[in-house]
Every structure is written in C-alpha cells, then in structure tokens.
C-alpha cells in the first residue's frame, strides 16, 4: 500500500483542492495533516479571532474527510518536525502541500525538503491552490523585473491567463491507522474574541458564496462601497483560511457575468497582485516598498491619538464606525479600511506599521500580503501612483454613507442626530452638542493635513 501525506496550511477546503486530488490519484492512503504551528505563535500571527475561526475550519474540514471515510490528523509543533514524523510512522512516499508566498510560507517549504530528504520523501509543491494565477506566472518585460509593480498591467496580463477547472470533492478518501492525532481545536476555548465574528469553515463558506451570487454580485460594481448597504462579499476570511478555492470563485463569477461579476473578479485580481508583490520582495511585510524617508509622529500626544483610533473615539463618526466594526466581528467593510488608515497614516501620520500590526491582531482575514500592502498603498509607501493621496473623513463620509446609517448603527450615542449631520457632530449648536457623550475630535484636519505635507516636504 502506497501512502501520501497532505499537509493542509492555507487551504482548508475538500473541493478544489489540486493537492488532495493529487494524494489521491498517486497512493493507495493518504493522510490529511494539519500542524498547529508553534511558530505562528512564535511570530505573533495567533490572534484570538484568527485561532477561533481556524478552528472552526479545521472541525468542519474533519467532518468533512469522515464523511468520506477519513479523517484530519492533527498534530501540535514544529511543522517540519511533525511532518516528517508522520511520514515515518507511515512510510509516505510523497507530502503535498499548497505554495505560499509570504517569507514564512518559503521558509517552511525550504525546512520541509531538508526533514523529507534523508526519509526519501518527495515534496510535492502546488501552485494555483490559494491564488487564481500563482505569483510568477505572469511577470513584466525587462529582464531585471521579477514582478509587477502596478496593478493595471497587471490585472491585464492576469485576465489573459487561462485558468484550470476546479476539482470536484473527493468521494472517499482512505486514511491508513496508526497515525495520532491531537484533539481538534474549539473556538469554546479561545479568550479574547470579537463578539460578532463569523462563523468559519468549508460549508459556511460555500453556503455564503452561493448565497452571495444569488443576492449581491450582480450588484457589486454599483453598490460595494455603500457602507450602511453592507453589500459586499464578506467572503476575505474563507479566502484567507482557503475554505473557498479563488479559481472556483472566478470560474463562478464570469459564468454569471455582467458589471457585477466583473467588478468582483477584479478585487479577487488585487489579492493576487499583492500575493506576488510579496512573494518577490519578502521584506515589504515589515519595511517601506517604496521609502519616502518619513518621519513618523511618535510621543504621549501619538499615542493618545492612537488609542483613541484603535478604541473608535477620534471624534470622526465614520472613522469611528469602522473602528468598532473591527472591534466588535473582526472584520471592516474594505471602504472603511482604506479610510481608518488614511485617517492614522495621513491625517494623525502615525507609522502605518502600528495601523497594520492592530488590524492583524484583530482581522479574521488578516493576510500578510493583503494587509501590510493595502496599508503601504494608503501610506504612500507601496505600490500607489499617487502616494500623497489623503482620504478625507468626513468627504467619504457623505459620499458612502450619505445618510449616515452607517454611522448610527456602530457609534449609538449619536443614533439621535438624523441625516447626514451625524457626520459632523461638533458642527451642532452648542446645548444641542452637550447632549451626546461623543468626544471633539483628536485633531482638526487641516492640522492633519498641513503636518503630512510638511513632513512629506509638499506645498
């Protein structure tokens, strides 16, 4: 009997999963492995709300492979470490698993081959698991150019690419005995979660994306940045967590087409340029793409700035909104993460690693490649072509919330003020004001805004 080990990281799916149906197709058995990495606590990406809906994926992953005749083996600690151990324990000729981009991902891959090499193990590395078009596929003229750099071309070159057909879900899969697992994880036992986060894995993520394609993609292009509308995807964690298949998504998207569909590939687009960003400059996930020399604010008076974004009490409503969003489901509508960090980076200019390293500790979706270059993009660092661009609060306020729905929903001491003039509550008569428990604003925006184009040496 002939056996194959598949090491589940990012992609925590049954259907269209080219590893699995690789495993499948070459041995006899095969063993679905997860590693609870040691070192993604090590390196500080185990945030409570990440953990909880892992373990949601991994338990409905689990249900899944039984339902076929198999299982999810889990085990704890040094990946490499347990892979190889289970390869001993069953004498696996082949491990597979999905590439990764980030720095850590290329790591793993690098001490997997070195632990498998003595056992005359073979690593077998997928592309096109967690990516639609896998970085390096498509690359820009010039021989010292390693990968794009600005996303038009890009997604250009991307749209040309002919993609696979998604896999079906395997109808059996046959684990061989013997390998131990560890008990699966429960969100039961996670301290520290966002009251509102979603549920995770592979059925809750298929039973949203039908009913996401039913109800709101032909209405995308129209309506994705109306904050009260909530009429985006939602789908970026299952994405992240790989409990939907990007290449499905597509394939699904441009079979319905229209405007809609159109507009939702191009998002699917933007996370797969910055997977290949990162791929080839591992270092943009901590430094500056693009460095601006920028000096950023630090001392009492930032700090306190701050703690007041991360607590969602600056005094911007909208700004607000956003923040607590985050801090009550673990997720922020995409319009209010570009304007919460415009209103840190630009406006407070306060380091945009700071904003990053907040939304990673509480973002179910937070992907380091998403994450750290949409920041770098708002901050001027990254792959923007306008890098002093400055996101107005109260602009995009009116414009994507122009009722102000939004607002009053998440920030309720000011559900009182109708209309669009909850968007500017220090605006009210004076008795009027003192009746709502809201905070004047950290900063006047022209200050803001003055401070950046000083310490960006602009007119």
């Keep these: 009997m002939t056996v194959a080990v598949v090491l589940f990281t990012s992609d925590l799916r049954l259907h269209d999963h080219p590893p699995l149906h690789a495993a499948l197709a070459s041995a006899d058995e095969v063993v679905p492995l997860f590693v609870l990495d040691d070192g993604v606590e090590a390196a500080g990406f185990g945030a409570p709300n990440r953990r909880a809906f892992l373990a949601d994926c991994l338990r409905d992953l689990d249900a899944g492979l039984r339902e076929r005749g198999g299982r999810l083996v889990v085990r704890e600690g040094d990946v490499a470490e347990e892979v190889g151990g289970v390869v001993t324990e069953t004498g696996a000729g082949a491990v597979h698993v999905a590439a990764g981009v980030s720095a850590y991902a290329q790591h793993r891959e690098e001490r997997l081959r070195e632990a498998l090499t003595p056992l005359r193990c073979r690593l077998s590395v997928h592309d096109a698991v967690s990516n639609v078009v896998p970085p390096g596929a498509v690359m820009p003229s010039g021989a010292d150019r390693d990968h794009f750099a600005v996303f038009t071309p890009y997604f250009r070159r991307w749209s040309e690419q002919g993609l696979r057909s998604p896999f079906g879900a395997p109808r059996t899969v046959r684990v061989p005995e013997g390998p131990a ?47 009260a509308g909530d009429a985006t995807s939602r789908l970026s964690p299952h ?25 939702f590939v191009r998002q699917v687009c933007w996370r797969d340029f910055h997977h290949q960003v990162l791929a080839a400059r591992p ?9 601006r020399q920028d ?30 969003q985050l801090l009550h489901e673990g997720w922020m509508h995409n319009r209010g993460r570009l304007l919460t960090a415009s209103f840190l980076v630009k406006t407070l200019y306060v380091d945009w690693r700071t904003g990053a390293r907040h939304f990673l500790d509480l973002l179910a979706d937070g992907d380091i490649a998403n994450n750290q270059l949409n920041w770098q993009w708002v901050a001027g660092t990254g792959t923007d072509s306008r890098p002093n661009r400055v996101l107005n609060p109260v602009t995009q306020a009116r414009r994507y919330d122009p009722e102000g729905a939004y607002v009053r929903r998440w920030v309720p001491e000011l559900a009182g003020i109708s209309g669009p003039a909850v968007h500017e509550p220090w605006k009210l008569p004076g008795r009027e004001r003192a009746r709502y428990d809201y905070p004047e604003p950290v900063v006047r925006l022209q200050d803001g805004l003055a401070r950046f184009k000083e310490a960006r040496g602009l007119d």
């Design 181 to 227: 697992s560890a008990g699966l994880p429960s969100r039961a036992g996670v301290r520290g979660l966002s009251p509102g986060l979603a549920e995770g894995g592979e059925a809750e993520g298929r039973r949203r994306s039908a009913a996401w394609r039913r109800n709101g993609l032909a209405s995308y292009e129209e309506r994705h940045d109306d904050l």
């Design 239 to 263: 994405l992240h967590f790989g409990t939907l298949s990007p290449t499905e998504l597509v394939h699904r998207a441009r079979a319905a087409g229209g405007p809609g569909a159109e507009a």
């Design 283 to 291: 270092a943009a996930a901590r430094s500056d793409y693009r460095p």
């Design 295 to 324: 000096r950023w604010r630090t001392g009492s008076a930032a700090a306190d700035e701050t703690a007041a974004w991360k607590e969602g009490r600056t005094g911007y409503p909208v700004v607000d909104a956003a923040m607590r």
